[in-house]
């Protein structure tokens, strides 16, 4: 991490920076004297906050004995922050842009942006009401790991809040929203910055100034999330391929990083892909270390993977396997599937989510025909009843209906009050097997029984949606879907409602319809069944919306994420009743 430090001397305390491009102290966007003038008593003081080093442990100071003296003015029962209401919208916060979700980052995390540039003139501003709609949105988000973007360019003496609020605002941003928040980065920082730093600098743990975001690794691709599988299960890709040369490569980071980065998956069902076509002589890993990797997998990491696909095996996935095999249960091993060619994972996974780099393609192309020959490729005729893999137009065309039969009768079923009620509808998997078998009845027009199994009924709307051969949201739409998240709050939902009337063709306007009114009745019910608007579009997001490009949709899918919570959440605005 790249550091600035004082002119006064090389035993300066250093003070950290997230940007290594920075060689000089940047220029202040605005004039500091006033807010030093405020604080001429307390001058050697901030001194002495300034070059105090952290301790190698946790510093458990409370702010009070780090600020000392610099809020003199502030009374304890005025500073406590009010309740944040659950019931307010914010709009008025809310309008200004300067809090906005910025998609996710390298490692799929969501990314919260402050923009200082958006913050208003100080006059008639309400801090301690934007204080209370920061947590409200930053709720949203705390319960899994983040990240959080400040742009600090753009803060002047007009609109710079008063450092009493900044204290305030410190000791609001408790344990709750530090737990989960993996890296904040500081862009642009001024001295203004580092003063503020030197401040609160001996309240800050070790732990929260020093988190690793291994954005070394990260940056080579060699893990990535790959969308979800057939039963919407998340799905971890790793490709040897990307793998860089032995020559200076940390394997042993490498694997934190691989737990790490599996950290905050193993909660719920995954999946694993290892794409093994591109490993060689120079990026193959010691077997030594292997073997330590395979350790470090324990029962954490095996009790919710459900399946690990190995693609393109060749003779040392083999020797490997018959090295480890009499450590593997046999529990384990029925969860590893051989992948000789990728339309063999086509029934697992939709391959065109994954990012494949291209040199694997190729090679998966030139195998497969190497093994066919001249073999003409057999044509399978499908039958009128079709309802999954195929398009909207071939089931209206075959059935005159414009809601495909499989979405009305689960629609129908899940609209119960038993299974409303059902919690985490549409977040649970089914088991492979009864997927299937209901996927083969729906296909053969013959009728399904799901008795109490609800979740079966969400996963059969899910994979059907995500099985459509062109999305529901169809590809016309990806790019104006994406650049949503840009617009400012309150011209996303017109924007939607643009899409969403003028753009979708008809049949899919209806199904969409069908689909969002559906999960209204379950945001409806929410208390119960623990899935709110967001969920559901963190769910939904992948299954309605998709680009041509693997790389893009994944990319993407926090801004398609959005723009599904915006119609989930106002849907009476953006749909003709």
Same mark, same amino acid.
Not at 50 to 66: G, I, K
Not at 355 to 372: C, F, G, S
């Given at each position: ?144 790991? !983040? ?35 993996? @890296? ?72 934190? !990083? ?42 954490? !990491? ?24 009499? @450590? ?34 190729? !090679? ?155 999960? @209204? ?51 009476? @605005?953006?749909?003709?009743?």
């Amino acid at each position: 991490m790249a550091s600035y430090r004082s002119e006064e001397g090389p035993g300066e305390e250093t003070y950290p920076s997230l940007s290594g491009l920075l060689d000089h102290e940047p220029n202040l966007e605005f004039d500091d004297s006033e807010w030093q003038a405020e604080n001429v008593a307390e001058e050697g003081e901030l001194a002495v906050y300034a070059e105090t080093p952290v301790s190698e442990c946790s510093v458990e100071l409370s702010l009070e004995e780090a600020f000392g003296s610099m809020c003199p003015n502030i009374d304890d029962e005025e500073d406590r922050l009010e309740q944040v209401d659950e019931e307010d919208d914010y709009l008025d916060m809310a309008k200004h842009g300067i809090v906005e979700l910025g998609g996710v980052d390298r490692l799929s995390r969501k990314v919260i942006v402050l923009t200082a540039a958006r913050l208003p003139s100080n006059k008639g501003f309400d801090h301690n009401r934007f204080l209370r709609y920061l947590l409200f949105t930053l709720d949203k988000f705390v319960e899994e790991d !983040y990240s959080l973007i400040y742009l600090h360019h753009g803060l002047n003496r007009d609109n710079k809040p008063p450092i009493s609020w900044l204290w305030k605002a410190f000791r609001a941003f408790d344990r709750k929203y530090k737990k989960n928040l993996k @890296a904040l980065f500081l862009v642009h920082p001024t001295n203004f910055v580092k003063i503020v730093w030197g401040i609160f600098k001996p309240a800050i743990s070790v732990k929260f100034g020093q988190e690793d975001d291994y954005l070394d690794m990260a940056k080579h691709g060699i893990v990535e999330l790959g969308g979800v599988d057939r039963l919407s299960r998340k799905v971890i890709v790793l490709t040897a391929a990307r793998l860089p040369s032995n020559k200076g490569f940390d394997h042993n980071r490498f694997l934190r !990083y691989l737990l790490f980065t599996l950290d905050k998956f193993v909660e719920e069902d995954y999946s694993l892909i290892y794409l093994h076509h591109g490993l060689n002589r120079d990026n193959k890993p010691p077997i030594s270390w292997l073997w330590k990797a395979f350790r470090a997998f324990d029962r954490k !990491y095996k009790k919710n993977l459900k399946a690990l696909f190995l693609v393109h095996p060749t003779n040392f996935v083999k020797i490997v396997w018959g090295i480890f095999k009499p @450590a593997i249960s046999v529990k384990f091993g029925r969860k590893i599937f051989y992948i000789n060619y990728l339309e063999e994972l086509e029934q697992y996974v939709q391959v065109s989510q994954l990012n494949i780099p291209k040199d694997v393609m190729e !090679y998966d192309k030139n195998l497969k025909r190497r093994q066919q020959g001249n073999s003409q490729p057999e044509t399978i005729v499908l039958p009128k009843t079709q309802q999954f893999g195929v398009s909207l137009e071939f089931i209206k065309g075959n059935t005159g209906l414009d809601i495909p039969p499989v979405l009305e009768y689960c629609t129908e079923y899940l609209e119960k009050p038993e299974a409303l009620e059902t919690e985490g509808l549409f977040r649970r998997c089914a088991v492979v097997s009864e997927l299937k078998a209901a996927q083969e009845k729906f296909n053969l027009g013959e009728t399904v029984e799901f008795g109490h199994n609800v979740h079966l009924a969400a996963v059969c709307v899910k994979t059907f949606l995500r099985e459509l051969q062109e999305p529901l949201l169809t590809y016309d739409l990806f790019d104006d879907i994406v650049r949503i998240q840009r617009l400012p709050r309150e011209d996303r939902v017109a924007a939607a409602r643009t899409l969403v009337l003028d753009r979708l063709p008809e049949q899919n306007y209806k199904v969409l319809k069908v689909v969002l009114q559906l999960l @209204a009745k379950v945001i409806e019910r929410s208390d119960l069944n623990k899935m709110t608007s967001s969920n559901l579009a963190v769910v939904f997001g992948p299954c309605l919306c998709w680009s041509h490009s693997a790389s893009a949709s994944l990319a993407s899918s926090g801004p398609i994420n959005t723009f599904v919570d915006v119609l989930l959440s106002n849907r009476s @605005a953006i749909f003709i009743l």
